[in-house]
């Protein structure tokens, strides 16, 4: 069985232009998790999606970043513009998402964004 | 406020050493604590994780752990390292349905042969 698949591992880009990230979860898991992690630090929420409604986004920057989960499935996080601050591991994770119950997260590898 | 801290930043052993990766954390409600491992270019993997019942879990790849509710630690274990286990280590802590998850700042272990 495939794994939470992200693309692209890796992207640089210059400051002010804008970059997404996209994220295949595990087939038949139902939330959906962007992570940020700065270099030496742990992962922490950025947003979180039951199918496709975003549940919890009171971590993520509104400002330039967005995300989408328009068909409860795959997701794209993007980022416009770009902020030379923004480099880091943006990591995606899955889980069944049944209620009142424990549900693993499943992460992927994700994104090394650099922004120069 | 809640929080998990992993006072060690980087450990170095040798292969065939014992290990003990320490966690504290602070939280609120009844605590749920994890054990994450993060290989290069891997995503993190589910080591083990402690919900309730004996204090002493164990997990994948040898790995243990012991929960200890007056010191609100959470240690991670093993009794040999193999070079292989050399990895980020993340401690996390949060609700049963893990929605809320908060990691520490991670323990990057390094295995000499």
């Known amino acids: 069985e495939a794994g939470v698949v992200q693309s692209p591992r890796y992207k640089i880009i210059e400051k002010k232009q804008p970059v997404a990230f996209w994220c295949n979860p595990i087939?038949?898991?139902?939330?959906l998790y962007w992570y940020l992690q700065n270099l030496g630090q742990g992962p922490e929420l950025l947003i979180r999606?039951?199918?496709?409604?975003?549940?919890?986004d009171s971590q993520l920057p509104k400002d330039r970043f967005s995300a989408e989960r328009l068909k409860g499935v795959d997701s794209t996080l993007k980022i416009q513009p770009a902020e030379l601050g923004d480099s880091a591991v943006y990591l995606c994770a899955s889980s069944l998402g049944v209620r009142s119950s424990y549900n693993e997260q499943f992460f992927g590898p994700g994104t090394r964004l650099t922004v120069l | 406020a809640q929080s998990v801290t992993q006072p060690d930043i980087h450990i170095t052993v040798s292969e065939g050493a014992s290990l003990e990766l320490r966690c504290n954390y602070s939280?609120?409600?009844?605590?749920?604590l994890f054990w994450y491992v993060q290989s290069p270019g891997q995503g993190l993997q589910l080591l083990l994780k402690?919900?309730?019942?004996?204090?002493l879990v164990q997990g994948i790849k040898g790995f243990e752990a012991e929960f200890k509710r007056s010191q609100s630690s959470f240690n991670l274990r093993k009794p040999s390292v193999h070079w292989s286990d050399a990895a980020e280590y993340f401690c996390a802590v949060g609700p049963y349905n893990t929605d809320k998850l908060i990691f520490g700042t991670g323990t990057r272990l390094q295995v000499f042969p």
């Open positions: 939280y609120g409600a009844t605590p749920y």
């Open positions: 402690y919900f309730s019942g004996d204090t």
């Open positions: 087939s038949g898991h139902n939330t």
């Open positions: 999606y039951e199918n496709e409604e975003a549940v919890d």
